[in-house]
């Protein structure tokens, strides 16, 4: 079977790129765009750490196919800081120590960034709720719990960016 | 977040909560790990794991997967360079050539050009197997009639993963003269202990079962391996033992240590699991083939064939006076070790008789050979298997005698001076530090109301480590710019190398930027131990600090002869020696950079070294409480609030020793309520995924409070002692207490499941 020609859109830059048919989209973004900060756990869907947004929605990219993601606009770990300023997200996890191995962390912060764009205000159980398919072996995730409200917090204070 | 803590010096840097050197890298998604790596020509490799748990090979077919286009080879181990096999160790036996032990074990290898190329050839070997009778279940294991789980008596045991981990004097008796699956036991003995229940006024008794787990790193075992055309064998690995991968690679395949080079890639979780399993196999196969090799191996060949940690059954009984006295502890305590010996026996055993003052003990220890995938180390390997059973008792016996259960522990803690089951005495330890820290949590204090709610409950528990004890060295260079360089050899798994920030700025009295950390690999950092066993911040932090104590010397004597004042009349700050009261006289660390690395320097280039051997353990304790809330009807144990105390002797990062208690508390939580690794009788593993392997989630685990006590330890940095395994200990003790405070029900089964808590509640029938 020949590769197929996609376009995917990648943090704003455009690539036309040549897979073959069974190729994942976390596959596609980390060996063919180079994009590695996605991170493949588990390959069936259940730990989160190579979520990515596809079309403003978080997925895990790992049971995507590349070529379903065809002409659509993907965010991942490496779109968030801007200007090498990291997001308000990256900078509270930093700060309240609630990045150990880091393993986990590219798909935690997704899914915390995609949380506060839905919810700016949440409580401790909407943040719990919200990363729950987000596996972390190393935290016990109470520090994380304080990053995603602090980052909530700043994030109001400063007036919603991203 | 609290701190209870001695009177202590003050300090600029150590003790201080700071953010890690590495976590910049790491939200950014920049960090690199091993399946990050790029190489050219790089092979991807595929294993062929066998799907029997106990056969002999018959014969390996490999026509299909090599017609496949894109595969470059299909190896057996007919097929590996010579190397050196130990049938007794796991990881050199490369790949099973005769008989297969356990479900999972690797049995070819196929090399090609993508892993989805890879995997798709695997599919296509075929293996023909004459299956022989496995053996699964550890008790059954035991019987005089059991199968036997090998051919072929144990003779050499590898226990240098368990000696990484825990280092005491005591002897596990290799295997009897007779065939049996037992392959190790130890026994150890104090006083009377049929006396000891005579006279005791409650004896309890039960046997506790613990389930095989999995450290479930978030991700998997991934090695890279290059063989080049001088004989120089690179591994890149995301081990936490780089030097010892290079000591057993080297031995494996019979190469001078000098010609392997390490490379321990940032470890995404280890808790033990990543010690070394699969490098003398990548190596090989590299060296077979000429060509880089890269093994990621998937969620579930990591499921099925890594080193995850052993079933164990705990059959104790336990007696006390009416005043809390303990006075006997009899225990059987047997660990399934699964295909390989290498069961963490020793520290149960050490464990179960070594957590209270106690007169009378009988304690055996079995180590049993299974068809089931071999087991490794887990953050305290073997400690909370015991501590279900020994804390679970505690509570029965103080329900007994109607006494306060954080009393009772309080009493019969063990302190400094009391001995170990083996006589070794104990050094300044802080459990009983911990159990009054506990009685200070809200969670403790409000346990009678909490109980008012008819299906809440609040149980408390203890468990400890005792460490291991390697040697460990360190360098540390000045800059040409007076920036200075650390380097290390010791994987950084918790944010050890932020602390040797720390540890180099606080003795050079430099801003923390100002000071760099690096890992180097084999080849170039100086010799550390493996970083398990919790000893990195107190082997190598010390060495750090000897390596920043020389610096500073030679620095202060350079300093002495520019500014023709005596080195004890000068002082340094923020990159700047001084001659005290002389504000004038004074010389910049980058001027002295320049004056011992530029062309024609006048001195020697500043390189501090540090090296240290330790010899004596700092162990580490700790006591927790959760309060749980028990679904009678669906028998869900929801864990509402829990708060973790642990003597970590002085907290150089407070933040990743905060993080290092509510990670561990957490992984206690798991194998207390989700984690369960389910063979079904053939041995064949049911759940190797994430979705039927449950891992506590963010709705599993609440907010955790970490209370950091510091009883300062007599030889580490600053009085800093063991931090990383305690706290997973307790965690299935405390929870099966709360269970048993809130519903009356005592669950001797972990993890408790909704299952096994509604069979308690006597809600369920065969
Ligand atoms: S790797 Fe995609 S969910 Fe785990
Ligand atoms: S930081 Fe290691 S898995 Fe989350």
Redesign the interface.
Known sequence: MPKRVITLTVNGETHEVAVEPWWTLLYTVREELGLTGSKEGCGTGDCGACSMLLDGRLVTSCIVLAVEADGCQVTTIEGLAQGGQLHPVQQAFVEKGAVQCGYCIPGMVMAAYDLLRRQPDPTLEEVRLALAGNLCRCTGYTKIYEAVLAAAERMRLEGARG | MARETLERPRFRHVGR?V??I????????????G??LRLPRLLHVKLVHAPVAHARIRRIGASKALAVPGVEAVLTAADLPPHRTNPDARAQVLLASDEVLFYGQPVAAVLAR?P?TAAYARDLVEVEYEELPAVVDPLEAMRDDAPLARTGAIRDADRSEEQGHITVEAQQEQAQSHPSNVSSSITFRRGDVEAGFAEADAVVEGTWRSSMVH??????HVIIADYDASGELSIWSSTQAPFHVRHEVARTLGLPEARVRVTAT??????GGKIYLYEPLVAALAMAVRRPVKLTM??REDMLAATPAPQAVVQLKAGMKADGTLVALQARVIYDAGAFPGAPVLPGCLLIGGSYKCPNLDIQGFEVLTNKVSVGALRAPGAPHVAFALESAMDMLAQRLELDPLEVRLKNAVEKGDPLPSGQPYPAIGLKECLEAIARTDIWRERRRIRQHPHRGVGLAVGGWLGGLQPASATVGLNADGTINVTVGAAD???TNTSFAQIAAEELNLPLEMVSVVTGDTRTAPYAGMSAGSKTTYTVGRAVKLAAEDARQQILAIASQRLEVPAEELEMQDGVVRARGQPEKQVTFRELGRLTTGFGARYAPIVGRGAITARRQAPGFTAQVAEVEVDPDTGQVTVLRYAVAQDVGFAINP??V??QM??????GLGIALFEEMVYDEKGRLLNP???DYR?P???D?P??E?IIVEVPSEEGPYGARIVGEPSIVPGPAAVANAVADAVGARVFEAPLTPERVLRALGKLRD
Request: charged residues 25%; glycine residues 14%; negative net charge.
């Open positions: 909560p953010d890690r590495d976590a910049t890298a790491k939200v950014t998604g920049q960090t690199v790990y399946d990050d993508d989805y450290q479930s790193y978030i991700e998997p940032e470890v995404g979780g280890g808790f998937s969620r798994i918790t944010g933040k990743s905060e993080g509510q990670g561990g508390a957490a992984q995924n994430l979705l891992l989630t963010a709705r685990v907010p955790i970490a």
